[in-house]
């Protein structure tokens, strides 16, 4: 008996119960399915959660700092006051330093914002012009924070769009007009491009000011919250983190690295950790698709062993007739088979459609892998010799003559 | 051409053993028509089986055309099933929504025989017991003793050295029960050996030879001589 008979033949007995063989492929459609969607989901919002930390800048190392270690005891991260606005002008203008090309000093901070009645309480950053290089800003209208307002500590500030709407209302042209933070009034200069709101922080929710203004003017401080380093390239990030490094510990007159009153991380970083969750995320998400599979195997075994005890008649006529055990086991392992494999083929397509629903309406990235795929397809056929081996097994032991006799 | 001799078969039903054969020995030539007559719980079905190679003895041998078949592995049985036995049941075991060509074409399927010379000579068969216009009709669109005459052709398809028929009429009005015996008769004339089930009397007298069973034993074997004439 050739295998392409054997194929035809189960092909027909699987289509006599239109409705059981349909519905047992259906464990398998939602089984491959939800795995595909579920991979692809979780690839999505991946992708997405990176290439939102990749428009945060592009080679870039932040420099906080930490509060210096006494003995034991070590204060909270970022609070500290260790880096100033010295120590920025060092990184961009050090004979030592060689991979730098851009050096932002900032210092962020909150505060309430009031523009005639009404106010906000948003986030202040005060900056130099080179921040917009940095970190990517793109203006939608007037002009961004020069070196010079920061110099002369002009009271001027370029505000994001969620600003614009909060304090002048909607579709206002707020350049000339004038915002008033912590006692001082400063003029309008420019409106950054919408970032779009999700991620970390609303990045369009933010107001930017001089450097020299935020820290004089407004806040009274000395220090910088944060220097951003923007490395030359992507292959000297970790020379220029080392750089950097050993210049702020001779300026802070520090011999052990250990004792750092600063730390220094990468973009890099950010993207591993990020990576490292989402991926716990997906797996995550894979093992409860990975169950309904599992089920939908065992609704395929039970449709089997049904199946063989209605054929039970046929299969003794069948051994009675002359058929050997393997051809039994193998007409019973191709209709399994074919099951599964039509319910994995349709499971892809409802898994790829699946994933496409989602990402349009949590505006998350089509992704579609290609291992998912070859993964569920593996796996579908799998479960069906796994399942279908028992049941067949099962059919080509049986007794002839009790099979005969079976009612 | 079948030698059984000292052939026992005990089942074991809890601690309590009955022997459905007890020990029987015999043997049929080749071209013999015999009727297997007895009650039922005679064993005279378990006999069927063994001698069918459905099912193998406790005790004791089956030679058929040389061959010890006593012991032999399922595979190794389901061969001797496919080569040398042609099965007629009671209750035609065709296969279910299947046309009668290809049950007839069936066992040769399992021989390893290539398709086209299969539906050539399974159409051979059925046209020899007179159904040649109902090669693509399923069995449910056939009556009983069609039914039986495909069971016939299937049981041929395969030229095997016996044809076992497990009462081969019971299901069957008397009318084509003698269309079913003609069909016999004329195989066995043709040289086919036949063994035949059978708890009627009329039908047994259609064989050439009756052995007769009762708890497991022959009680007797006997050839007739007194045929009933075929219309």
Redesign the interface.
Known sequence: ??YS?TFLEALATLT?NKLRTGLAALGIVIGIGSVIALISLGQASQQSIQSQIQSLGANLLTVIPGSQRNGTVRGAASEGTSLTRADADAIASSSQITTVKTVSPEFNSRSQVTAGRNNANTQIIGVKSSYASVHNISLASGSFITDRDDTAMTKVAVIGPTVVTNLFGEGVDPIGQTIRIAGQTLRVIGVTAAKGGSGFQNQDDIIFVPLSTAQKQLFGENNVSSIAVEAKSAEVMTDAQNQVGYLLLARHKLTDPEKADFSIFSQQDILNTVNQTTGTFTTLLAGVAAISLLVGGIGIMNIMLVTVTERT??IG?????????H?IITQFLIESIILTFVGGLIGIVVGIIVSYVISLFASLPFVISPMAIILAFVVSAGIGILFGWYPARKAASL???EA?RYE | MIQVSHLSKIYHTGDVETAALDDVSFAIKKNEYVAIMGPSGSGKSTLMHILGALDTPTSGDYILDGENVGHLSDDALADIRNRKIGFVFQAYNLLPRTTAIKNVALPMSYAGVPKEDRLKKAKDYLEMVGLGERLQHTSNQLSGGQQQRVAIARALVMNPAIILADEPTGNIASAQAEEIMSIFQKLNEEGHTIIMITHEPDIAEHAKRIIYIKDGKIIKDSSTHKRRKIK
Do not use: V
């Open positions: 008996m050739e008979e006599i008649r046929e006529l069948r051994k009675a007739l002359g058929a050997k055990k051809i007794q002839p003559i005969l």
